[in-house]
């Protein structure tokens, strides 16, 4: 099994040749990253969306302690530094490198919202925007592979815990939201 992820990281490795691709996976992971969790503050602070953005960052934290957990649990060592060759391209993380965070942040978000979109009344756009989301998320994915910091089996196991954390969170906000529309009504 390691021997097949070797095989794909290579195949998707952006190597020491820094070109025009490596601007773009550099900005598809820091959109991954936790920093751009900054950006749900505003949704905090707006009554009408405190508790999507409250649940969302609920679903969030949540992933990135499972990561955290699991990353302890299975301490395998990153492609950069395991693998002759192999150099990061924006950064060299030193934490253990199973599962990734970036995936799993990035499919929790995208599984959180498309939950949520398509729970809505109006669901026309509710499947072009998830779809968006998905492929923004497998974008953050691959390019931490392409960056070096991560074998794909990482991310995949990434994406998955992030999926199954997302669904959930989605799920439970919006059988609350459910609930309260109910006893308003």
Known sequence: MFELDQRLFFTL???PDRGAAAFLMIALTLLGSGWSMVGLVPLLAISRTRRF???LVLTLLLTAALVFGLKQ???????VHALAGVQGLFGTPTDFSFPS???A???AFAAFVATVLLAAPRRRAAGIVAG???VLAAGVALSRVYLGVHFPGDV????LVGLAVGAVGGRLYTARRSAD?????
């Open 156 to 159: 995949a196991a990434g994406a």
């Open 73 to 79: 649990a299975v301490a395998r060592v990153r492609p």
């Open 13 to 15: 490795y952006g190597g």
């Open 101 to 103: 965070g970036h995936a």
């Open 181 to 185: 529309q109910a006893l308003e009504t």
């Open 53 to 55: 953005a409250g649940t």
């Open 105 to 107: 942040g990035s499919f």
């Open 132 to 134: 968006g989301l998905f």
